[in-house]
């Protein structure tokens, strides 16, 4: 009879000396102080890192007290790691002159890492339009790519799509915003940097910025000019009309210099006085508030005056 030694298999060394507990802690996550060199920011990262004085604040408290809450990054195949979320930290860090900062390292793919990422950012109290839409963007990608996979667990990266569902319903679910308002926002990232960026300042309200997306990228860059020339921004109803023409196929520099130079309703109902033309008039310890009360006493006076002589 042949022996059946060569069947057993013997528990190493270290298989027999560990507890479930200590295997278990192997399992878990572990918080590990990385050098901020090695860290790089996540690709196409939607968020600005700006040294604001929000900035300065967290760069203080972390030379003070250190970074509280651990970044979260994947390993990177060229080297290093890639920041998932905690983008502002390393910054901050790095104005703070920490040479590391903790980080929990995890295996993600591209789409369950950027849905952390945008989840991670998109709790701020302010987002610029263009960070909102490209988060909303990348975030809405990652999910339709996640809805035609069955691996997925809602463990990983949250609730995985039902059928029939629509991941724009869901990320509206999420976010507490509207799936149109999604859409809108989503939208915006059609427009051409420089564009893009006029809405970030409020030079162009959400919803002219809206339309002007439809606009052909050709068409964005002549419209740019044309704002410069004619130093004005259009409303809601130009931007609609520009829109009409450019599907129409009638949109030239001529017709929006036209457009742009028209009198909007609003120039039309306001009067407006600068500063250096009311200031010769009072002196000059008068604040901009104290002047506007003084011109709207003395308004009020000689419509008193002008009604006595009228009834007269």
Known sequence: MKSSAKKVELASVDDLFSTEESRADAQREKVLEIPLTELHPFKDHPFKVKDDEAMMETADSIRQ?????????????NGGYELVAGHRRHRASELA??????????????????????????????????????????????????????????????????????????????????????????????????????????????????????????????????????QATPSLSQAQRLKKLSQEGHLSMEVMRAILGEEKKSDLDRVTFTSDTLRKYFPKSYTPAKMQETIIKLLEQWQRKRQQQQER
């Not at 007290?65 to 195949?77: E, K």
């Not at 839409?133 to 039902?162: E, I, P, S, W």
């Not at 629509?166 to 915003?177: E, F, V, W």
């Open 65 to 77: 007290y250190g970074v509280l809450v651990p970044a979260i990054a994947r390993p990177d195949p």
């Open 97 to 230: 002159g920490k040479d590391t900062m903790p980080v929990i390292v995890r295996d993600l793919d591209d789409d369950a890492a950027t849905i952390i990422m945008v989840d991670s950012n998109l709790q701020r109290e302010s987002l610029l339009p263009s960070e909102r839409a490209f988060a909303y963007k990348m975030k809405l990608d990652a999910m339709n790519h996640q809805g035609a996979r069955a691996d997925l667990t809602c463990g990983q990266v949250g609730h995985k799509l039902q059928a029939g569902q629509k991941s724009r319903d869901l990320l509206a679910a999420q976010t507490g915003d509207s799936a149109r308002n999604i859409q809108r926002y989503i939208r915006l990232t059609e427009l051409i940097p420089k564009l893009l960026d006029m809405v970030d300042e409020k030079k162009i309200a959400f919803n002219p910025a809206y339309e002007l997306s439809f606009l052909k990228k050709e068409e964005q860059v002549q419209l740019l000019d044309a704002l410069e020339s004619e």
